[in-house]
Every structure is written in structure tokens, then in C-alpha cells.
């Protein structure tokens, strides 16, 4: 039963603090998103990869925010430093196509972070 | 700016009522168009996608149109069940400065009472 796995399921951290999110997409999905939800802004996307390199990140706060993709089948997002706004739940999801070509996208189970 | 809307926010039905849940986008150069569905506490599941040049899709008890000239979408739920229990969110895709976008709306919570 292939599906994306998330770690850490959930997180609380102090303000100041380095946060890494991490997923693991299906195996051979070359596409991976990572959104964040929260009950104010509703699903935003954050950033999307496709074969390891960044499509597009601008919906992801610059000075603080990174996302990589050191391999295939790992993805991380990272927060440096966390603030209280950041808490939110993250979700990652892998596909294989570009959203152009809008085929399904898998969701992970998200990693709900609470930054106080 | 593209905004997406559902409408309603929450509903309540008993089971076994055929319900239409809304959505609607204000600009209508979308790709696609998909309608998902989040259980509490989970990540999202896709139900339908549908193209911009199609009309509507269908999966078993759900079915989706498109019309994209007024910028709305239904999805329709026949025979709903207490297991129909969800939020139920559509999203839109488009491109928006050099890239593309997947925007969604801010869902419908759907409770189907035994």
C-alpha cells in the first residue's frame, strides 16, 4: 500500500527554535508539493519540486523557510528560526506530473507544528 | 488574484439525501479543477479532477461539473452515507506569474447523520 509518509507527526518547539519537516514520497513520484494549513489562511502551497529541483517556492516565506530534496525519495522543509505563527499543520504530497498537468496528488498525513 | 469559495460552510443532512456542495473562482483561466476530501486531523484525498476543457467527472456517487464561463464547480453526492463525513475542498489550477498554482477554497464540512 504506497503512500507518503510524513515525520515528525507533531511538533512543539520555542519561538527561535530549528524545525526540519521531513516526507517521503511514493516510490517513483517525481513531483513533490509541500503545503500548510491553517484554520485562518485555509491550504496554502508552499513549494513544489519536480525530479529533485525547485519549481517554484514562492509561497514560502524567504528568510526563514528552505526546502530541499537531497535525494528521491526524501524532502524536507525547514524553519529558521520558528516563530509562533508558523504553527500550522504541513502536509506534503507527491504526484507525477506538474500541476499543469493535474494528475492526482497524494497527501501525506501532515506534521502539525505548535511553536510557542 | 484568484480567490476560490465554497458555499456552504458546514452542512448537515440525514443519510441518505442527494446533496450539492459549491464552489466558485473568480478568474476562469484555470488548468483543472479538483475536488478533495480531508478527514479530521488527516491529510487530504483526491476525489475528482477535472480539465478545464471537460464538463464534468464522475466516481461512483460523486460526480463534478465545470463551467468554467461562470467560474463554478458542483460535486455532487448521491445516496449520502454517515462515511461521506468530511470537509470537502475544491482547488483550482493556474499559473500565476511564472508558475503554477493549486488554490484552494476554504472547504465545506459535511456531517451525514445515521
Known amino acids: 500500500d504506497a503512500r507518503v509518509t510524513q515525520t515528525p507527526r507533531h511538533k512543539v518547539t520555542e519561538m527561535g527554535q530549528e524545525v526540519t519537516m521531513r516526507c517521503q514520497p511514493i516510490?517513483?513520484?517525481?513531483?513533490v508539493f509541500w503545503y500548510r494549513q491553517t484554520m485562518m489562511q485555509g491550504l496554502e502551497l508552499l513549494a513544489y519540486f519536480r525530479n529533485r529541483a525547485p519549481l517554484d517556492d514562492s509561497g514560502m516565506p524567504k528568510d526563514r523557510f528552505s526546502a530541499e530534496m537531497p535525494d528521491a525519495t526524501l524532502a524536507t522543509l525547514k524553519i529558521q528560526p520558528s516563530e509562533p505563527r508558523d504553527s500550522a499543520v504541513y502536509f506534503c504530497?507527491?504526484?507525477?506530473?506538474?500541476?499543469?498537468?493535474?494528475?492526482?496528488?497524494?497527501f501525506g498525513p501532515g506534521t502539525r507544528l505548535l511553536v510557542l | 488574484k484568484q480567490e476560490v469559495t465554497q458555499i456552504p460552510a458546514a452542512l448537515s443532512v440525514p443519510e441518505g439525501e442527494n446533496l450539492v456542495l459549491n464552489c466558485s473562482f473568480t478568474d476562469s483561466a484555470i488548468y483543472n479543477l479538483q475536488w478533495f476530501r480531508q478527514d479530521h486531523g488527516k491529510g487530504l484525498t483526491s476525489l475528482l479532477l477535472i480539465q478545464s476543457s471537460q464538463r464534468e467527472q464522475t466516481s461512483g456517487r460523486l460526480n463534478a461539473s465545470l463551467d468554467k464561463s461562470s467560474g463554478r464547480s458542483t460535486l455532487y453526492i448521491a445516496a449520502s452515507q454517515p462515511g461521506d463525513s468530511a470537509t470537502y475542498l475544491c482547488?483550482?489550477?493556474?499559473?500565476?506569474?511564472?508558475?503554477?498554482?493549486?488554490?484552494f477554497g476554504s472547504g465545506t464540512r459535511l456531517l451525514v447523520r445515521p
Open positions: 516510490l517513483g513520484h517525481n513531483t
Open positions: 504530497a507527491s504526484g507525477l506530473a506538474t500541476l499543469r498537468e493535474g494528475e492526482t496528488q497524494y
Open positions: 482547488a483550482v489550477s493556474r499559473r500565476m506569474d511564472s508558475s503554477y498554482k493549486l488554490i
